[in-house]
């Protein structure tokens, strides 16, 4: 079969086809953009059924190779770039997109770096220092579905790497999972590269929501991502109903993994819900340290039921991937000093104060916003998010809009803003906010 450039594809089953597409692709014979035969042709030319091509087409679209445009056809997927955490190249711009903590919060590690020296550590010798692992228990225990006696933990090289690592191990590509809408970037990201099919959960004020899980569950997804507080974007906390909600959800699936997220752990001044009820038995409480000890610290503590610990492990062993002990040590030093622990306290009040201000600020000037948990404070605007950040930009402002978080690629355009303002001075604030009004004035007008 020939495409407008005479590429040929070939295959007699979905898998053969699909993986002729990939490799035309891999070897640039087919280009981003390039349109491949309707369903129709492909299945006349190739002598197989119409349905084994239309699942050809479905497996390449679920792991982006391709997208479907309906009536307009089928052609090869552009390259997308996911949004990216951290400072942008925003040369004379004010930078509030960062999602960073406030450096002058972040413990000094100096003492921690001193308490972290000792004896050398060997290959074959256990994963978890002895001294993080009991602190780590005690930190989890409270939380997790599990006795203590049976909790099993696994430390990885933070966050991020915990969901995929946890993914990997559960589901193989073109698997269902469902991810908040709006979403966390880099669960964008890992869902992208693995080639898992996102399956959107909305997100309202008490957080994923019964009903978007539910619709989820009944579309077959293996996985479930959910943040139980400081949601990013949205900064939404799961409230204790609906966790109850969402474990009755849950319940008639217990085999289903879930993946509670909860990074922002010691500096949140709301409660943990768990949406894992105790006889579930795949689950996984990660913890991160890198919001309050600083992005440079990957380390994250996961507890998980006994078989995915065993699942981990075989991805962690001794000798190849296990996180240094330099950095355990480093980490367990800064969590037993009441001095660093103070100023983690402090750091999440700050966060959630200047959240809060600057929330009231914008809804006295004619903008309203509730504050949420976390870094950053996601602001509803009455018109088009990018059309309001580009105003801003022309008033010296780089903000990020809800667009770089929605789950479903070509969505309707977003209405909100991510701020990340906990850094600004009362002038800053002042004029951030007068501008974001104007902005959104010209906008609307």
Request: proline share 7%; net charge positive.
């Given at each position: 079969m020939s495409t407008d450039s005479d590429v040929v594809i070939s295959g007699g089953t979905a898998a053969e086809i699909a993986d002729s597409v990939r490799a035309l692709v891999d070897r640039g014979e087919l280009v981003p953009g390039q349109?491949?035969?309707?369903v129709r042709a492909l299945a006349e030319q190739l002598g197989i059924n119409r349905n084994t091509a239309v699942a050809a087409y479905r497996t390449l679209a679920r792991s982006g190779v391709v997208v479907?445009?309906?009536r307009a056809g089928t052609r090869v997927a552009q390259r997308q770039a996911v949004a990216q955490e951290g400072f942008a190249a925003a040369g004379s711009l004010r930078d509030v997109a960062t999602g960073n903590p406030d450096p002058r919060l972040i413990p000094d590690l100096g003492p921690a770096l001193t308490a972290a020296a000792g004896r050398p550590v060997l290959y074959g010798e256990p994963v978890i220092d002895p001294?993080?692992?009991q602190w780590a228990k005690e930190w989890m225990s409270p939380d997790a579905p599990a006795e203590p006696t049976d909790l099993h933990l696994t430390l990885t090289s933070g966050a991020v790497d915990a969901v995929e690592r946890l993914l990997a191990q559960a589901l193989m590509r073109d698997d269902a999972v469902a991810l908040e809408d709006p979403c966390f970037l880099a669960s964008i990201q890992i869902a992208r590269h693995g080639g898992y099919r996102a399956v959107p959960v909305p997100v309202d004020a008490e957080?994923?929501?019964a009903d978007g899980l539910r619709a989820a569950l009944e579309q077959g997804v293996r996985a479930v991502v959910c943040t139980p507080r400081a949601q990013n974007p949205t900064g939404a906390s799961l409230s204790e109903?609906?966790?109850?909600?969402?474990?009755?959800?849950?319940?008639?699936?217990p085999y289903v993994l879930v993946i509670q997220d909860d990074y922002y752990s010691l500096l949140s001044h709301q409660p943990f819900h768990s949406i894992v009820g105790p006889a579930h038995r795949r689950w996984a409480?990660?913890?991160?340290?890198?919001?309050?000890?600083g992005p440079d610290m990957c380390l994250a503590v996961t507890a998980t039921d006994p078989e995915t610990a065993g699942r981990l492990a075989q991805r962690l062993s001794p000798g190849t991937t296990w996180v240094s002990h330099l950095l355990q040590r480093i980490t367990h030093a800064v969590l037993t000093d009441p001095a660093a622990l103070a100023l983690i306290d402090r750091a999440g009040a700050h966060y959630a104060a200047q959240n809060t201000a600057f929330a009231a600020r914008l809804t006295a000037q004619g903008l309203p916003v509730e504050a949420g948990d976390g870094m950053s404070l996601w602001a509803p605007v009455p018109v088009p998010a990018r059309v309001v950040a580009e105003r801003l930009m022309r008033r010296g402002w780089l903000v990020?809009?809800?667009?770089d978080f929605q789950l479903a690629p070509g969505?309707?355009?977003s209405h909100h803003l991510r701020l990340t303002v906990h850094d600004l001075d009362e002038e800053a604030a002042e004029r951030l906010a007068a501008d974001l009004v104007a902005a959104v004035e010209e906008s609307a007008g």
């Open positions: 349109s491949l035969p309707p479907s445009l309906g001294g993080l692992e957080g994923m929501t109903r609906r966790a109850a909600e969402l474990r009755e959800v849950l319940a008639a699936h409480l990660l913890r991160s340290v890198s919001k309050f000890a990020r809009t809800g667009d969505a309707e355009p």
